[in-house]
């Protein structure tokens, strides 16, 4: 195993064979040499790395439960600026919290008390890997799932063509709590996140990095190639690299020819029911509808931000 | 005898011991193969493997450990040498 990489994480545990989780949180805590106190909400990341009696963890983590993300690391921030009022803690020593939590302990279960330590102004990073739905629990829909996909609780067929409602814009809402940073990220560009990641610890107060992270098992596509498919979600625009910084937008990766978002779509199978012809007879059994809406949404969206970033 | 109850785990904390690992090695039914000769050692697979099985060798190129891989040919996908192949297990 390689022994720089595993300082922090160690193999052994049990994420899906082709899962980039272990490669985002290797990354974002690669990017820092400060100790460092995880916090994990459950989710797929805790209940693969942490199998009793093993666990891949060589950091002190703390597993709390799937809502109280930012609660935990309320409290862990709060405990560590008592000890130093103390002087059981150095001044100049920083000490960086870490919280790790899935899209569904963060856009829904977790928003609540993500939201409480953003406004109180915590010094924590929160990093969120989106899989866009609850897949530790078998691919049930989030707040994060895109609009037409396939999941267990929309299940596509005759009567549905999958999710009808479009996905929550997490970034706005983090971006509302007037923090310093916030970054989306792709787990496909782990340079890109390790900037974002570095640019953040050197910051103090409340962070924020959202970042893609392609689900094998239940976007449905071969174990060889999330790099493949990230890549392709930012080609698209489904999922710009962006970043705020004091009050300022900046997109870090732009194309002038945007590929079209079928390419994206095409790759997995939760989409799979918009390719057969005479699906969702709900909608007029034009599936094509669905992906015009969705091609749209996304050149929206990006028109959005680029009105908003600063060239 | 009266100090074993020092020996015991302290409550809810768990350690990380590597001896106790599942060996995900396990798992594998297609195998990577590193051609050596075309591999130039970039280190873009180090990064991307979900299980960071992947480091130099002696001469600088890449090494898998077979104790952890899982098998999923991400290294393969993401080579830009196209020097590693997915084989039988």
């Keep these: 195993m390689n022994k720089k990489l595993t300082e922090k994480l160690a193999p052994g545990h049990s994420t899906c064979a082709g899962c980039g989780i272990p490669a985002i949180a290797r990354t974002v805590l690669g990017a820092t040499d400060d100790p460092v106190i995880i916090v994990n909400v459950t989710g797929c990341l805790e209940v693969t790395s942490t199998l009793y009696p093993y666990s891949a963890w060589k950091v002190p983590y703390i597993h709390s439960a799937f809502e109280n993300g930012g609660a935990t690391a309320a409290g862990i921030d709060g405990a560590i600026k008592a000890l130093r009022k103390r002087n059981k803690i150095p001044k100049e020593k920083r000490i960086q919290v870490v919280v790790f939590a899935g899209d569904g302990g963060t856009y829904d279960i977790g928003l609540q008390s993500l939201s409480g330590a953003l406004e109180r102004g915590h010094d924590f990073i929160y990093v969120c890997y989106d899989n866009e739905a609850y897949m530790n629990t078998g691919g049930q829909r989030s707040g994060a799932t895109p609009y037409g996909a396939d999941t267990e609780t929309t299940p596509a067929g005759k009567q549905s063509f999958g999710k009808t409602e479009k996905r929550k814009d997490l970034m706005s809402i983090v971006i509302a709590h007037h923090i310093k940073y916030a970054a989306q990220a792709n787990v496909a560009y782990l340079g890109d996140l390790k900037m974002k990641a570095k640019k953040a610890f050197a910051l103090e107060g409340p962070r924020f990095l959202l970042v893609l992270q392609p689900c094998t098992n239940l976007w449905k596509y071969p174990t060889s190639e999330y790099v493949r498919i990230g890549k392709l979600a930012t080609e698209t625009n489904f999922w710009p690299l962006w970043e705020y910084f004091d009050g300022k937008y900046k997109i870090n990766w732009a194309t002038e020819n945007p590929k079209p978002l079928e390419e994206f779509l095409k790759t997995q199978g939760r989409f799979k029911h918009l390719f057969k012809p005479g699906n969702s007879p709900q909608i007029g059994g034009a599936s094509e509808k669905v992906i015009a809406e969705m091609q749209k949404e996304v050149e929206e969206e990006w028109k959005r931000l680029v009105n908003m970033a600063e060239v | ?89």
């Design chain 2, 1 to 89: 005898m009266t100090e074993a109850w020092k020996e015991i785990e302290e409550g809810a904390i768990i350690k990380h011991d590597i001896a106790k690992s599942p060996k995900t090695g396990d798992w594998r039914y297609m195998k990577p193969q590193v051609d050596k000769k075309t591999c130039i050692g970039c280190g873009l697979c180090f990064d991307h493997c979900p299980e960071a099985a992947i480091d130099y060798d002696s001469e600088r190129k890449a090494d898998i450990d077979f104790d952890v891989c899982k098998g999923c040919g991400v290294c393969a996908t993401v080579c830009p040498q196209k020097a590693i192949k997915m084989g039988k297990n």
